[in-house]
C-alpha cells in the first residue's frame, strides 16, 4: 500500500462530515493559521498514519470557503 | 535537502522531482525521514532561543514546517519546506495568511534576517502560484509550487498589503 496524504482516515464518511463541520464550528484557531482549527474529542475519531487512534479533528477553511477536516494529534496504539 | 533552491520554475520541478523521487508528492514516510534529518536544525534553534514557537506541522497536508512564532502579542509563521531548502514568511490575517514580501516589524526583520543568515531562500508570491508539475497523490490534480513545497491546506498566500498600499 502506498502510504500517501491524506495520512489519516475517519472511520466512515458521516463521522467525517460530522466532525469536520463540529470542529470547525467550536474548534480552537490553530497560532499562527487563521484558516485552521482543532478540536479535542474523548473518543478515537480515526486512524492515523502509523495505525493507532487520533482525538484530534483538524479543519481546513480555504479561500472559496470549503472546509476539509481529517483526524490529528498523537496516536494511542489500537489492541489486536 | 543540502542545497537551497535555485528559484527558477524548470529547475524547481526538477528539484522537486529529485526530492520526491517521483513527480508525485511526497508520502508520509518521505516527509517523516527529511523530519528526522532535521535540516533546519540551527536556524529553529535560535529562532527558539529569541521566540515562543508553536509547531503545527501536521503531514496530512503539510510539506514543511509550519512554526508559529510569537513575539508578544505579535504572530508570524515561518513555513520551512521538507523538499527543498526554501521559506515563506507569512502574517496571519482575519481569515488567511498573506505573505510577507517586505518584513516591516522587528520579528519579521529579524526572522527574514535569520534566513539570509542560514542561506535559506524566501520564494516569491508569482512562484508560489505556478504550477509545479508534480501531481497529486489522490490523483486529482497538479499541484502548484506553494502545494508542493509547503501545504496542500488552503491556498497560496497573497502578498500582504500594508496601510501604505504595499
Redesign the interface.
Known sequence: VKQGKPTSAFYDAPQAIRYTTEAWQRGTPMKGRPNVRELQYDVAVGIGPKGGAQYKVRVHRNERNQIHGHPAGPEDPISP | MSHPLHADPTSLTLQLRNAYGSF??????FLERVRGQQPYAKLEAELRQRYEI?D?T????DSAL?????SGSE???LMLSLAAIAAIL?R??????CLVEKATTATEQSVVSLLTEHAVPQLSAPLLSLSSGITN??GDGELTFFQALFS????PPKPCVSEFGK
Open positions: 508525485e508528492e511526497p508520502c508520509y514516510d508553536v503545527t501536521d503531514f496530512n497536508t509550519i512554526l508559529g512564532i510569537e504572530v508570524v509563521t507569512c496571519p490575517g482575519t481569515d488567511h495568511l497523490i489522490q496542500d491546506s488552503g491556498d
